[in-house]
């Protein structure tokens, strides 16, 4: 069993893998060749603890090569979702009373499988949804950082919670989990987030039913395999994949349904909020449900800044992962006097980046996630044409879904690339006229989910710190890149409920608070438990 620690001194973020190393560079290859042994096999649904193989299929491939299956999966019915939601329902009645170190225990464990299999892990994500190396290794490392510091927190804020004594009384609170906890996550992190949610509901004592986006379904898969590998009793995580919009809105909509998780687009986000809202035949509580939606991120960059890491931070938020992040850089907001310097700076830096094959270490940009986003994408480029200036289109293979790296000049701070969230490798510059100006665009739209500022004058920073209104602020470094414990993630207004994932509060999202007081009398011992026993 893990032993109670210090949530702070004892966690520290794994570090990524050096793949300029000869011997990661050669242990990632013999990882894509292993995984590429094993694309195309079929994977069951998992309901309470019983692995389902009848029924149709559905197919997630490889975006930079559509034609190769990655994996099928089994579709999950309305029938499915029935039975996974009763099997969590009923696994709850025993799990809630689980102690907090028996449930940290598996999750510290999972992690320990995790960080052995960390490569294996990445080598699919570089198949299924295109991810660089890079990129498909800090996801399963931000992973392994959710699962050891969830499992932290749970031991601290497990057992009884100290509270101000009245004389004559012995009075404590106690957090204790909700319920079923439906968990949606998105195909971009499809690891970290998808694990992050579902593990921040189990070690707080919640059952979950997981319906993963159907584009990434094998890794979520893998990632249920290794929590049946540490033994993780069966009904704590039912895997049902299937369409949204029948088997997303059944889940949501039943009354055994107590929380619901999401990450995702800004309109599936506010479908979830309304139906969430309304209360059903049998339903005895008020959904709580935690939205993380969109973005529309600014990097802003005034006269007095380093120009050269302004460029190389706007490079890298805006085009790593394709763009497919909802803390990328899609608005660099630059004033007047380096205006031209920047584009020029970034302009330079993105010729250069490579785009293709993900599996080729080498590769900066694989594909974008299937031929929808591609549609998507091209049409905001095409737009984007008429709203501004092109001044950078790069060369993208013709097979698979690939977008060229796009920059487009002299946009409106109103045009709508500037105001909608394209989630592709498209880049807008807008000119202000200084500092004042920079800010007020900054703050235009309707989300507020990261943004950046470069500078070295000291007053624009701390005036950023309370002005510029955004969940994660970052000052003199990208707009990317949250690291679990360092910066809790989540943003304002149209890009969610700001759940700050990753942080010191998020497991109580999962929670609800039970003040408890007892008179006490001579002849009735108070007992108050240990730290970390006893459950939530």
């Not at 149709?56 to 559509?66: H, K, R």
Request: with cysteine; proline share 5%.
């Amino acid at each position: 069993m893990a032993t109670m620690v210090e949530p702070y001194t004892d966690f520290e973020n794994a570090k990524l893998t050096d793949f300029s190393d000869p011997a990661n560079r050669k242990a990632m290859e013999e990882a894509l060749e292993k995984v590429r042994g094993e694309l195309g096999r079929t994977y069951p649904l998992v309901i309470d603890g019983e692995k389902v193989t009848g029924g149709e299929t559905g197919d997630s491939v490889n975006p930079a090569a559509p034609d190769q299956v990655v994996g099928r999966f089994v579709q999950a019915t309305e029938a499915h979702a029935d039975r996974a939601m009763a099997g969590a329902a009923k696994r709850f009645e025993t799990w809630q009373h689980t102690s907090a170190e028996e449930r940290a225990d598996y999750v510290f464990r999972a992690a320990d499988l995790m960080e052995e299999r960390r490569l294996e892990l990445a080598a699919w994500m570089v198949y299924e949804v295109s991810k660089s190396w890079v990129e498909a290794d800090a996801d399963v490392a931000e992973l392994i950082d959710f699962a050891r510091y969830y499992a932290f927190q749970a031991l601290r804020i497990g057992g009884s919670q100290p509270v101000v004594q009245f004389p004559g009384e012995h009075d404590e609170m106690r957090y204790i989990p909700l319920g079923v906890t439906v968990v949606i996550p998105p195909w971009n992190f499809p690891s970290a987030i998808m694990g992050g949610m579902t593990l921040a509901a189990v070690v707080t004592g919640n059952t979950v039913v997981l319906k993963p986006a159907s584009t990434s379904v094998v890794i979520a898969a893998k990632f249920v395999e290794i929590m049946e590998e540490v033994g993780l009793p069966a009904g704590v995580i039912n895997f049902v994949p299937g369409p949204g919009g029948t088997i997303g809105d059944l889940l949501v909509d039943d009354p055994r349904t107590r929380m619901i998780a999401f990450t995702g687009s800004k309109e599936v986000g506010l479908r979830i909020f309304e139906r969430a809202s309304k209360v059903h035949p049998g339903q005895k509580w008020l959904k709580r449900t935690i939205l993380e939606m969109g973005g529309k991120d600014s990097i802003v960059v005034d006269e007095t800044a380093d120009l050269d890491s302004a460029a190389e931070g706007i490079t890298a938020a805006a085009f790593g992962f394709q763009g497919q992040k909802c803390s990328a850089c899609s608005r660099a907001i630059i004033v007047d006097e380096v205006y031209d310097e920047v584009i020029a700076k970034v302009v330079e830096r993105t010729r250069k980046l490579s785009i293709g094959d993900p599996a080729d270490q080498d590769t900066f940009m694989g594909a974008v996630i299937d031929a929808k986003a591609h549609k998507k994408i091209s049409e905001y480029i095409d737009i984007g044409k008429g709203e501004g200036r092109l001044v950078y289109q790069g060369e993208a293979p013709a097979n698979g879904y690939f977008v060229p790296p796009t920059i487009i000049a002299d946009v409106d701070p109103d045009a709508r690339i500037s105001q909608e969230e394209i989630f592709g490798p498209v880049l807008a510059f807008i000119r202000a006229r200084d500092y004042d100006h920079a800010l007020e665009i900054a703050n235009n739209t309707e989300y507020g989910l990261t943004g950046a500022v470069y500078s070295r004058d000291r007053d624009r920073l701390e005036r950023a710190r309370h002005e510029f209104h955004v969940g994660n602020l970052y000052l003199n470094r990208k707009c990317t890149g949250a690291l679990v414990g360092v910066h809790p993630f989540g943003g304002f207004n149209m890009s969610g409920t700001d759940s700050k994932a990753g942080g010191p509060d998020y497991l109580l999202l999962f929670t609800q608070a039970k003040s408890i007081a007892e008179r006490t009398r001579d002849d009735v011992p108070v007992r108050p438990d240990p730290a970390g026993k006893g459950g939530f």
